[in-house]
């Protein structure tokens, strides 16, 4: 059965409720006075001499031990000690130590997690963070040992209580992303994908419009189309409107890349390549749950959500290497790697968003170059932007809400030149790989925007999507963080 997470007020209100107690933060904070009020009066004495045994190093450190309690039934006691390592690139409270520290503290039956702050404003990365150590989606035979994870803050001043809502929203918004990455194709193909946005829009009230194969062809929209079009679940261009009656804000567009699976195509990819190829729809995952975190906390702006879904499958009607096909956009494309089709259904996805949507304001999330790994590693997004200021917020909001994003040139008179086709617009794929792979692959997508005027901002997170091979729920924090009216854009 799947970890339930539960979100509290009061840290005083749970530490003794449970046989698995975990406390986490820096040394610091772990010493200060207001997290030792919270420590079982049977735990006290021990409590120096653990804390004082750990050495957190550039990441954490782990000590625990068994405490009798009174009445003599046992309590689990874990001390989590957070590196205060934070160079400029990084979040602070590190949030990407407390998510890899906590993986695994659940154990049977009730747990509290206690985290303990040095600052109240890392309390959004740090909650997040926490929640996406323990992910939803499982098949493993467990019985009845199911387990639930009670969550809460001790900080030097309080937390707002719309804060706390915030993190509690976005956190259920991560672990949904989380579920969906991790689920394998045999159960969400772009039928059920198709479902689970159905089941947002009913939920939320957004209104939904779905293009399957037929009206994708008739809207002309030949990228999503093309890479589908040998799947048994036909592709689909899914749209979600949030559209409050008081909005402050100027609408935005979420475009997420859905590709259920990635085969390659017939530029097939290697037996080593292509297994965990069923993350390639966490952009997707993310604009999806994202949205409904929004609309749960009333962000007073239009949102637009574009899920581009298709499985790039093998078959006799596959889109061939050679092919020459047509986006939305109008832009003809002349396929020489199918293995390169995230940007194909992305282009129609930013050209619905303006087109359809009229949106002056446009994110893609998407896992989309291998190459972004290499230029920004695993757990950094490789950012693209037409806008510096946008680009600035997005690594800022990365920051804040530990979605760690860096930037990638932009510099659209350099890399057309590695999508040039003698026979049509554009080739898909580049010409020289060893010239800014990620950054080529973004402008194919920027051609298909149309309008110059349009703010548009390329996230690559095929590194963070995942880790240790589970779903991270990349995305959803850092689309609130930017776009969700506190801060950001």
Known sequence: ????????????????????????????????????????????????????????????????????????????????????????????????????????????????????????????????????????????????????????????????????????????????????????TSELDTDAFVVEAEAVAKATGATLTVLRMDELRQHGLGGIASVGQAAVAGPALVHLRYEPAAASLPPVAWVGKGIVYDTGGLSLKGKMDMPGMKNDMGGAAAVLAAFRAAVELAVPRRIDAILCLAENAVGPSSMRPDDIITLYSGKTIEVNNTDAEGRLVLSDGVAYAVKDCKATIVTDLATLTGAQLMATGKLHAGVVSNDEAMEVACVAAGKRSGDLCFGLPYVPELFRAELASPVADLRNSVKDRMNAQSSCAAQFIAESLGDPSVRWLHVDMAGPVTSRDRGTGFGVALLLELFGGAHGI
């Open 1 to 184: 059965m799947p970890i339930e997470l539960e979100l509290h007020s009061d840290a005083a209100d749970i530490v003794a409720l449970v046989d698995n107690l975990v406390f986490c933060g820096s040394k610091a904070a772990l010493g200060r006075a207001d997290t030792l009020a919270l420590v079982p009066a049977e735990a006290r004495a021990l409590w120096s001499p653990m804390l004082d045994s750990l050495g957190p190093g550039d990441s954490s450190s782990v000590t625990q031990t068994w405490v009798a309690r009174a009445d003599q039934s046992p309590l689990k006691l874990t001390l989590v000690a957070i590196s205060d390592r934070v160079s400029r690139h990084n979040a602070a409270g590190r949030p990407d130590a407390v998510a890899a520290a906590l993986k695994g503290r659940a154990g049977k039956g009730q747990t509290t997690i206690v985290l303990c702050l040095d600052r109240p404003e890392e309390a959004f990365a740090i909650g997040c963070a926490a929640a996406r150590a323990f992910p939803v989606y499982a098949r493993k035979r467990r019985g009845d040992d199911s387990a639930h994870v009670h969550l809460a803050f001790v900080s030097p001043t309080p937390i707002a209580d719309h804060e706390r809502a915030r993190i509690d929203a976005v956190a259920r918004g991560i672990r949904e992303a989380q579920r969906m990455v991790d689920m394998p």
